[in-house]
């Protein structure tokens, strides 16, 4: 089996993390039987400055044309005032849009060995964290219509949330498909008191909900769900939402688990070929200093010999290694806990390949 693998570094700690993702993912290749054919391209911040945009053709033209994306970070200060049409998140928003990657999963796990990092209280964490956020991600407010113009003798800006029955419905199916390779228990996350979007969504879902009789499914107004999540994190198992409150969500999900450097995501459409990338930013302050945390990338190389590639068994091997070098105590600096081993980036690159042999 051949796999080509178009690989962004972007920005900040974006090369750093992206190289011990590459060194794991080319150990994988030595004892799988796989070749990966990796293609390098721009995006993000280092784009602009090199093309002019954020999101160049030929980049583009790469991404649809391979197997799967594994990209590090984008973004800085640096780009805070270029044009936002140009700007590194609308590279993000264009390579969804163009790829079809309407899912975005992201899997919210407290490895045992990093409860002590996790702000919940210990009789919270002990329970357990163990659940799957599913974020639609080509509709909704960041890809409605944005505009702002002098109304009533002041400035006014409107953002337009837009969301139609197809976009909600194959969304929810999603959710439900992924509940069902777990625990069998979805929950529906809206603000139908508030939002005709919502109102339309919870009306989709419970629709869709006909079909899964296997699964429990219960409704949840976003509010409440930003509570229940530091409240009791352990009563849910997969958390369909739209795509603001799947952001917002999501990244309060992983600070529960101890650290954001530790989270994977996947970006997916309806066929195998995705987007795979750690969820936290470019962290440039400490980029190319050797200090950040590559393990969310390594899980996200994991997720695409998983979801992309049908190689489950050496998606566990690499599962497994964090968790043993994680059970050696050996930790980065963002999730570092009294009597444990601190490493830098690559440091803890090489302790996971170890564990691979």
């Known amino acids: 089996m051949e796999k080509t693998i178009t690989v962004i570094r972007g920005d900040g700690i974006g090369p750093e993390i992206i190289g011990q993702a590459l060194r794991v993912l080319r150990k994988i290749e030595e004892t799988s039987g796989c070749t990966f054919h990796f293609q390098e391209a721009l995006a993000g911040g280092c784009a602009i400055d090199a093309c002019g945009t954020s999101l160049p053709e030929e980049t583009l033209q790469k991404c649809l044309n391979c197997d799967s994306v594994l990209l590090g970070a984008v973004g800085g200060p640096k780009w805070d005032g270029v044009p936002k049409e140009i700007r590194p998140e609308a590279a993000l928003l264009g390579l969804r849009a163009a ?76 959710g439900f498909e992924t509940a069902r390779k777990r625990s069998r228990r979805l929950t529906s996350v809206d603000k139908a008191n508030v939002l005709d979007t919502s109102r339309l969504w919870r009306k989709v879902a419970h629709r869709v909900a006909e079909a ?40 309060e999900a992983s600070m529960i688990t101890g650290s954001i450097g530790m989270m994977a995501s996947a970006s997916l459409g309806d066929g195998p070929r995705g987007m795979y990338e750690p969820i936290h930013g470019s962290a440039p302050d400490i980029a190319g200093k050797d200090l950040a945390n590559p393990v969310g990338t390594i899980l996200s190389a994991a997720m695409m010999l998983r979801y992309s590639f049908g190689m489950a068994g050496e998606a566990d091997r690499i599962e497994r290694a964090v968790s043993a070098v994680l059970d050696a105590g050996y930790r980065t600096a963002d999730c570092m806990s009294v009597g444990c081993t601190r490493l830098t980036c690559s440091e803890m690159g090489e302790r996971i390949l170890r564990e691979l042999c």
């Open 99 to 174: 790829m079809g990657l309407y899912a975005n999963l992201r899997p919210a796990r407290l490895f045992p060995q990093l409860a002590a990092a996790s702000p919940l209280r210990a009789e919270i964490a002990e329970r357990g964290v163990d659940l799957m956020m599913v974020r639609e991600l080509t509709g909704g407010v960041y890809f409605g219509e944005h505009r702002t113009g002098i109304e009533n003798g002041g400035l006014t800006a409107h953002d337009d949330m837009v969301y139609t029955e197809r976009e909600i419905e194959r969304i929810v199916r999603r």
């Open 212 to 251: 899964y009789p296997d699964v429990a499914f219960s409704d949840l107004l976003v509010d409440n769900a930003a509570m229940q999540l530091v409240k009791d994190p352990a009563q849910f198992d997969v958390i369909v939402t739209e795509n603001l409150f799947g952001d917002i969500l999501s990244d």
